[in-house]
């Protein structure tokens, strides 16, 4: 059983399909105690879930019905990214995902919010417009972490498919092949995958960061009352 330290509420939805904007409902210890969360740390998933409570209470996100949690303290040869279905509260995704030639080899253990880098970043983003770019089928990311991926959008820092990501490559190599920062994923998945996140969805990226973790607005104060 996950159990979750989230107070209950009873804020209403907005729009049909939609998380209300407070979310805490959503957030609450029953809504998830038991949820299907595959192989994902429940730490981690109890962290994201803290971190978008406290977005939607000061009201930087709303109406949101996804989230994408990547748990970058896995190495590259493990699935790593889960997407999560808000209102029905089911896991719908558990794939692959690469990350910065920057940040690592297998393992990443370096972030950053700086171009040129070729680093990924941490904390939340909230998913925008897809399109078609020069990596196919693409997703645009708004970060909403100030200082650590604030400046995800003057990066082109997206989410895309890539031949490099696959299990055929981690049995060939020993890790996936990496991006320039984006979270990319194996060709089969991207374009479903994308449309069901893009506009209304939120991504948490995390690492045991300890800078992220004790300055990230959305993991201090603000996620600790709830």
């Known amino acids: 059983m996950l159990v979750l330290c989230l107070a209950p509420d009873s804020g209403q939805v907005r729009a049909a399909g939609r998380v209300p904007t407070s979310a805490n409902a959503v957030f609450a210890t029953a809504a998830w105690s038991h949820a299907d969360i595959g192989g994902l740390n429940p730490q981690v998933f109890e962290l994201a879930l803290r971190a978008v409570s406290c977005a939607a209470r000061s009201g930087t996100v709303e109406n949101f019905s996804t989230l994408t949690i990547i748990d970058y303290s896995r190495p590259s040869t493990e699935k790593r990214l889960w997407v999560f279905d808000l209102q029905t509260r089911a896991l719908r995704y558990e794939e692959l995902v690469a990350h910065g030639s920057g940040s690592g080899e297998n393992l990443p253990t370096s972030f950053s919010n700086e171009p040129e880098t070729?680093?990924?970043?941490?904390?939340?983003?909230?998913?925008?417009a897809a399109y078609f770019g020069k990596n196919g089928y693409s997703l645009r990311l708004h970060g909403l972490d100030e200082g650590f991926n604030d400046r995800a959008y003057e990066r082109a820092i997206v989410m895309h498919g890539a031949p490099y990501v696959s299990d055929d490559v981690v049995r060939a190599q020993g890790r996936l092949g990496r991006s320039w920062g984006c979270p990319a994923l194996r060709l089969g998945i991207v374009r479903e995958l994308i449309d069901t996140v893009k506009g209304s969805g939120l991504i948490f990226a995390y690492y045991p960061d300890q800078r992220?973790?004790?300055?990230s607005k959305y993991l201090g104060d603000c996620a600790a009352d709830g």
């Open 118 to 128: 070729h680093q990924s970043s941490l904390g939340l983003f909230r998913t925008e």
């Open 212 to 215: 992220w973790l004790q300055s």
